[in-house]
């Protein structure tokens, strides 16, 4: 018999994030965890590249598309040596594609993220918006803030580095737009800060941020307490901040990592998380009801460590984490 | 005088009937159009010979020959060309896996056939099965009546039947051919550094079989000298025979990316040592190492980490006890 004499399934067809159903969004329902592609760079200027991230997350992804391959029989987590149920991605997991955001202007682009965003949250569908830079959060946000109030968990990410953020409400000059989108959230009091929740920035706010943030009821996090918490705990503050708003959104950013895990950060700094804890956190939130995880700051035009791109696969081991979580398949007891 | 071209620890360079018993036979296994994603790997012999002369020269031009092990003080010469014999590389044939197989199987059939240890540097990790078979080869000719142990440190289990278009040969199915050979005890095999999700039926066939795995969080909770030594344990029971398979993918890919299918093992160059200290404290008759592919590290770090792992296996035969001022 030749060695060779069979199609691989892995590498063709449709790219759609692990082999998932192609699916409009008026197909949506509450059952499904939509992944749409948010291809936009906006503000972070330095170094471009993180609109083909969710290209490049996709094509990774298929690395990990154990339900959708007939070549494997069951996946089994060998450190656990627990079987994993990957049947119920076929009908919940699926992947609406990219917003259309080429050749639009800032502001269109904007809407246009705003109003797909919307259109999801109304068919009651949880979302994977791949960014994209951090640009994408706050019109993701703005597009299920009209049903109410908003919880928000960044997962590394840009935090506002300088004070009297919560003064602006009141009438002062405008957070700029090239802002951290928590600090622009924030500042309009479109999202309270008893209502988020901050893990692991690699930036350093402001010290009258950080108390002002805290002492208006906001969490935050450095990587020591992150990797120390207990996931049952982390999916009860998640669980908490879900019921007490109207809708909780979650952005996961490249920096929550360990920049000597991966180079692909869009900004790369000391602190962050090893991947079993980034792995934790994920997989704890995702036993919440969340209505969007947004994955921004990677950027796979970075060679990172090398021209292997370990910056995508740990991220997508990561999200399968979240996805699991979300989809049921794993659980965790809060207390 | 050094041959032209680098050769293992700069070993000098010879034919297949030219090793010795208990010496070691070099292998170049060039090839890695068996792998199903990033190749590379067929620059890995060529790299690994260039980087283990970093550490053999730096030890004759820069300390004379002798160097001190910082660990007891004891005093250690270098005498690669007492242990090892270069035999280059295995001709390759890009168009037929089985030609190819059959090259590299000869010639560390060669070497294992005269009492002697191949030492086959691949190419992707597929290469591992021929240069097992021919080293099972080698050693029924020797002793028709023994059975071999083995271990294998990786990222994965390569233990499918067949792996899409790649059909049965390739860099998934390398430990299931190998499971095969006739002369392997199925039951002694052993896997280090298993990473993630693996095949629930492949699981299971190893399980039946009587093979024993060591995920990566194995070797995080125990340790890895400790998992070492439950493998060896393992792997040499009721066989005086071991052979080991070394996969350099097993480490994190945040250490060594220049490999064809990363892991986030969290597995460090330390621990990976470590391993290596126990396993090469055994009668190690043959071995390989697969998976370095220069070309997808511009550092170059993961052929000089790799030579590093060579170098604990080796280190015990290249060098030789010494005495201060021995010149």
Partial sequence: ????????????????????????????????????????????????????????????????????????????????????????????????????????????AVFAIRSLTRRIAEQNASTIVLGGDDSIVEPAIDGAIDKGSVGFIQIGGRLPGHSSLFERASGAEPVGHDAPPLARLLSDGRVEARNVMVMVSPSRPGIEFVRDFQQAGGVLLNAAAVAEARAED??????????????????????????????????????????????????????????????????????????????????????LSYIYGRLGLTTIQAE | MRPPAPSLFDAPLGDVKTVAEGSIGVVGMPTDWTHSSRIGAREGPDALRKATTEISRGVVDSLGGTAVDPSDGSYWRFNVSASVVDCGDAPIDPASVERTTESIAAMTESISARGAIPLALGGDHYNSFPACLGYARGLAKRHPDRRFGYIQIDGHLDFADRLGAWGTHNHATN????????????????????????????????EAMGGKIFSSGDVHKLGAAEVARQAVQHATRGCENLYLSIDIDAMDAGFLPGTGSIVPSGITPRQYCQILDVIAQEQIDGLDIAEVAPSLDPSGRTERIAAHLLYRVLRNRIFSPAMPGDP
């Fill in chain 1, 1 to 108: 018999m030749p060695m060779r004499d069979a199609p691989l399934p892995r590498m063709a067809g449709d790219l759609t994030f692990m082999r998932s159903r192609r699916a409009s969004v008026e197909s949506l329902h509450a059952d499904n965890l939509a992944i749409l592609g948010a291809p936009i760079e906006d503000n972070i200027g330095r170094k471009a590249g993180t609109r083909f991230a969710p290209t490049a997350i996709r094509e990774t992804s298929v690395y990990f598309g154990w339900h959708a391959n007939p070549q494997f029989s069951h996946p089994v987590d060998i450190d656990k040596r627990s079987a994993i149920d990957t049947s119920a991605m076929h009908g919940r997991l699926v992947d609406v594609g990219d917003i259309p955001l080429e050749g639009l202007e800032a502001q269109s």
């Fill in chain 1, 234 to 319: 982390i999916t009860k503050n998640a669980c908490t901040l879900a019921r007490s708003t109207r809708s909780l959104h979650v952005q996961f950013d490249a920096s929550a990592f360990r920049p000597s895990l991966h180079g692909m950060s869009e900004r790369p700094a000391f602190g962050g998380l090893t991947l079993p804890d980034v792995q934790k956190v994920l997989g704890a939130i995702g036993q919440a009801p969340v209505s969007s995880l947004m994955v921004t700051g990677l950027n796979p035009t970075l060679s990172g460590l090398s021209v292997v791109k370990t910056g995508l696969r740990l991220t997508v081991t990561a999200l």
């Fill in chain 2, 175 to 206: 430990g299931r051919r190998i499971s095969e050979l006739p002369n392997i005890e199925r039951a002694n095999m052993v896997w280090i550094g298993i990473t993630g999700w693996v095949d629930g039926d492949e699981l299971a066939l190893i």
